[in-house]
């Protein structure tokens, strides 16, 4: 018995695959026993390491860096996605006066890495008399980067879908505007959902470079808890405490684009993707085309 994508494996595939999950997962648990052990060893595991977390207004402090951290994300994600949005139409234009700028302007923003952005902003822009805050030189630098690649994942959304859905919507009236308001982006936008949720996720981790330019968000205060002397400099219980605060609001992040993503698929804008899809499997009915036109008008 054989399947479209793979042939079923038979019982020597099947024994053959548990061997290497169950050699896998003994590796795997080793590793990770290994850096355990490691820790217990070199004593991050003792009392005085983890005092610091002892203290009430350590939590605070934390809760505050949480915010920045937050605040930045926010902003940085509705100004990168209206800026992928932005670009993207610019990039799907048919008139090359208007699509080469900024095609050029994606292609220059994708080059640029993060932190050398935010260097330019935070340190460059002062010698030319323009000094910036480090909250905006961290939010400017997500926004061009996460932006430019946001414009390449909603263009390539928009021309991966069939070319008769465009064609569909053109026959019964619409204008391009329409046809990309109305046809195109609600199939894309839930097509590349996952790569945008993925993209957001990585602003939100992006934010943790902002450190270096000496905003004051979870990685920045991580550090500055684990170089305290006092309380036996917990650089790997920060480390640990820190980088779980980043596990629980990526995955808060991910179960609220999940449930956008859900509540789009159960959109009324469906109907007119579905009102044209038989036109794109290759419906020829003119007595169709001239429906659609009559109730368009």
Known sequence: MSSVLYDVPGPRAIARNRILGALTIVVVLGIVGFFVWRLAVTGQ???????????????VQIGEATMRTIAAFLVAAVGALAL???????????????????????????????????????????????????????????????????????????????????EAGYAVGLRKAGVMRLVLLPQAIRAMMPVVIAQLVVTLKDTALGFVITYPELLFYAKYIGAQPSVGSPIIPATIVIGAIYITLCLLLSFVANLVEKRLRRSPRG???????????????????????????
């Not at 595991?45 to 939590?59: E, L, R």
């Not at 000094?131 to 390449?152: F, K, Q």
Request: proline share 5%; glycine share 8%.
């Open 84 to 166: 992928g949005f932005v670009l993207a139409i610019g990039r799907l234009s048919d008139h090359a006066w208007v699509r080469w700028p900024f095609t050029a302007v994606i292609e220059v923003f994708r080059a640029i890495p993060v932190l050398v952005f935010m260097f330019l902003l935070y340190y460059g822009f002062p010698v030319i008399g323009i000094r910036m805050e480090p909250y905006w030189a961290v939010v400017i630098a997500l926004v061009c980067y996460n932006g430019s690649v946001l414009a390449e994942v909603i263009r390539a959304g928009v021309e991966s879908l069939p070319r008769g859905q465009s």
């Open 271 to 297: 109907e007119v993707a579905s009102a044209v899809q038989p036109l794109q499997q290759g419906a020829t009915d003119t007595s169709l085309i001239v429906a659609q036109r009559g109730s368009a008008t």
């Open 45 to 59: 595991f003792t009392a005085q390491k983890w005092s610091a977390f002892t203290y009430t207004n350590v939590w």
